[in-house]
């Protein structure tokens, strides 16, 4: 690295202080320290920098070395020394951004804007006026993000198999935007980032449809089916208010860094098969049909009407990810679902049709009564709880919590790289903890920071905890409003933001580790996503 800077003309670095060699040793990073290090090297960066270097924007002001020591703060993959961790290095050049950053990640954090956090340059009379306009299209922006979101979400959460459903479906998107709203407002006041956008968990859609699917088996072999609703909803409950106990736990006993001692493989499995599961859930959201493998629901997927309906999504889904590769900005993806039912809406237009007849053939959402704000607590009252089922339930509420604890530790230093703030992982885990009590309470699902989204708004110039209180109580509008709109967009669109999704989580964990793990750790990594998908796909 020091030879690059020389030939590239500038001066080389100096070598970081070391100690003498009977007291020199080596030490493996690892999770526990991540957050000590960091503290460190900003500790000393502090004691050495200037008042007035801070205000001129001058290289002493620490701008560049503040993120740099984010950068090696959060890489587990890095090596430093005793010496390192009692005088410090206030701009070590030889980190780079390697790991922690989710894979499919690291491209657009380097391509994105770069936080400046050491210089605070003058300001002109319309900065003000200009940052209030960005942060406000970044709330919009991200606004209309999480609406579209919610419809394939919500719609996964009980599987499409139960046909004679007691309410409307439209009971899963109030309760992905109840659930969503809450995180947003408490890591709003809360967090250390500004830019933190709460959702709920999609990950866990697989283990939410596999309770519901269980629970509903076993009822109606009773000839209780009634209360399968209730028991549901009961059982997602409970499962958040443990995951949020978890999350509190943790968090009051400052042991965060311990979750992120979990195998990689055995994380990238599990991702391996919850992606398997959002194609099939793509599948059966832009078709409408069931997904399952036996051989006549396979025919009815490749016939010629029910096949364009998938087929339309999966190329729309392939040319996101062509566009992706093309051009370099964080507004493409949003930008391009945006686009989908604008498209689709002016096709029609300009053919003088109007949504019934597609509608009728499965290209748009049925027009489903619009359902109460009070829809989720009302539930209750349809029947009771069959609280003797929930105990065959404590195997994937353990699994669920297991998955859910795992995002925390990925995403708070993930984010920590990507805006150049100084997180505390502990401090995120409590936080974690009061979003997942208050929103099991409700009766409602697991939430967390979503990484990409955070990292958009970022992106999109958003920011302060202002706009992100507001973003809050657009959510909780939406919830109270109802997802009224539903009827009159496109089911390509749901069904290319998962089959977009699932693939890139595949691709992910699935065709990136082929060349990175060795054998065994791949065939445990491609072990633990079959067992996944056998488990959730019910033949």
């Known amino acids: 690295m020091r030879d690059a800077e020389a030939m590239a003309g500038g001066a080389p670095r100096p070598a970081p202080p070391r100690r003498a060699a009977s007291t020199l040793h080596t030490t493996k990073a690892t999770p526990a320290r991540l957050f000590r290090r960091m503290s460190l090297h ?44 009692v005088e410090g290095e206030d701009s070590p050049s030889w980190h780079s951004l390697s790991y922690g950053t989710p894979a499919g990640q690291r491209d657009e954090i380097a391509a994105g804007r770069e936080p400046l956090l050491g210089a605070a340059p003058s300001r002109r009379p319309l900065d003000g006026v200009v940052r209030f306009m960005q942060r406000a299209c970044a709330l919009a922006i991200m606004s209309v993000l999480l609406l579209i979101e919610c419809v394939p979400f919500g719609l996964a959460f009980f599987p499409a198999s139960w046909e004679r459903f007691p309410v409307p479906r439209a009971l899963g998107i109030q309760m992905f935007l109840l659930s969503s709203a809450l995180a947003q407002a408490v890591f709003a006041l809360s967090s250390k980032f500004e830019v933190g956008t709460g959702l709920m968990m999609c990950e866990n859609i697989p283990f939410m449809t596999q309770i519901a699917t269980d629970v509903r088996a076993q009822l109606a072999a009773q000839g209780r089916e009634d209360e399968a609703l209730p028991t549901v909803l009961a059982a997602y409950s409970l499962s958040t208010l443990l995951v949020g106990g978890s999350f509190l736990a943790l968090g009051h006993m400052r042991l965060g860094a311990v979750i992120a001692l979990i195998p990689p493989y055995i994380i990238l499995g599990c991702i391996g098969g919850i992606g398997v599961f959002i194609v099939q859930t793509g599948l059966e959201i832009s078709t409408g049909v069931p997904f399952n493998w036996q051989l006549d629901t396979l025919r009815t997927l490749c016939s010629a009407q029910t096949g364009a309906l998938w087929l339309l999504p999966l190329g729309l889904s392939a040319a996101l990810r062509l566009l992706s590769r093309l051009v370099r900005s964080p507004m493409l993806t949003p930008l391009f679902f945006v686009a989908i039912p604008l498209v689709a809406h002016a096709a029609l237009r300009a053919a003088g049709r109007s949504l019934a007849e597609p509608r009728v053939r ?11 704000w009070w829809l989720l607590w009302s539930v209750y009252r349809h029947g009771s709880i069959a609280w003797d089922v929930l105990p065959s339930q404590l195997g994937t509420f353990g699994a669920l919590t297991a998955f859910s604890l795992i995002h925390v530790p990925i995403n708070v230093p993930s984010l920590s790289m990507t805006t150049g703030t100084l997180a505390d992982i502990d401090g995120e885990l409590r936080a974690h903890g009061v979003a997942n009590l208050l929103s099991g309470a409700l009766g409602c699902l697991p939430n967390y920071v979503c990484y990409s989204n955070s990292a958009l708004y970022y992106k999109c110039g958003g920011g302060g905890r202002g706009f992100s209180a507001a973003l809050a109580l657009v959510l909780g509008a939406a919830f109270v409003a109802g997802p009224t709109a539903i009827h009159v967009l496109p089911r390509c669109m749901a ?9 890139e989580l595949l691709r992910e964990a699935i065709v990136q580790p082929f060349a990175r793990l060795d054998r065994i750790e791949y065939t445990a990594v491609v072990l633990i996503a079959v067992v996944m998908t056998l488990s959730l796909i019910h033949i």
């Open 42 to 85: 900003v500790g000393a960066l502090e004691r050495e920098r200037s008042p007035l270097s801070e205000l001129d924007g001058s290289p002493a002001s620490g701008g560049a070395a503040r993120k740099s020591i984010v950068r090696q703060a959060f890489n587990p993959g890095s090596t430093w020394t005793a010496s390192d961790e």
């Open 362 to 372: 499965r290209w748009f959402f049925e027009e489903a009564p619009t359902p109460d």
């Open 495 to 503: 069904g290319t933001l998962l089959l977009h999704m699932g693939v």
